[in-house]
């Protein structure tokens, strides 16, 4: 099954039979259900996660304050950035990760990802690569943060949460929202409202539609 699922989903690492056979005897596939908590903020890196299908996503918690920033997803075809770049310091980590659906997680021990890093340069070009897309969506995320207002920023937020999910309507709360965003229900639910004012979206119990232009 992990065979499968590089071949699949990671091609750069597939093409690499060494890599692959090595991979496939190191890692563990597993499946983890929504809201499992794959990487604390303050813990060391024991795993390096290859998401195979679902969805994760990385947060910036503000201890001080108690609200939490996402910062970017992790797809299928991809990892946490944020996991290697810790695991390569040895520090303790500054996100936390956590699942928001069902996934399949191709999971390799920390120490053996430390080895593959130093034995195949193929590993470290997907690591490149993935930093470079991941280092897009951040920028993305302080060009909204800063320079954008709260309505467009959830809007953002929102049609990116839509294209994900191959959906227009999705199915979440104004909590789920606000917790998110690093917001209070109250603020998001009345940013919801000045969106369907607009015509942008459409809000039922439960559910946000994003109407198209």
Known sequence: MIEAALDTYFPLLANMPELKEELITISSLNIFEAGTVILKQGSYVKVIPLMVSGLAKVFKEEP?????????????????????????HNTTSKVKAIVEERSEVV?????????????????????Y????????????????????????????????????KNTNTLQTTHQHIAYDLGSSR???S???????????????????TIRSN
């Open 107 to 127: 999971l390799i021990p920390a120490d053996k990802a430390m080895q593959i890093a130093k034995k195949y340069p193929k590993w470290n070009e997907f690591i």
């Open 190 to 208: 009345r940013l919801l409202k000045k969106l369907e004012v607009k015509g942008l979206i459409k809000l039922a119990q439960g559910s946000v």
């Open 129 to 164: 690569e993935l930093f470079n897309l991941k280092f897009d969506e951040l920028l993305n995320v302080i060009e909204i943060l800063t320079f954008s207002n709260k309505d467009i920023r959830l809007l953002e937020y929102l049609k990116k949460e839509a294209q994900l």
């Open 186 to 188: 109250e603020v998001i």
């Open 64 to 88: 001080e304050n108690g609200h939490e920033v996402l910062l970017y997803y992790i797809k299928p075809g991809e990892s946490c950035i944020m996991s290697m770049t810790t695991l390569l």
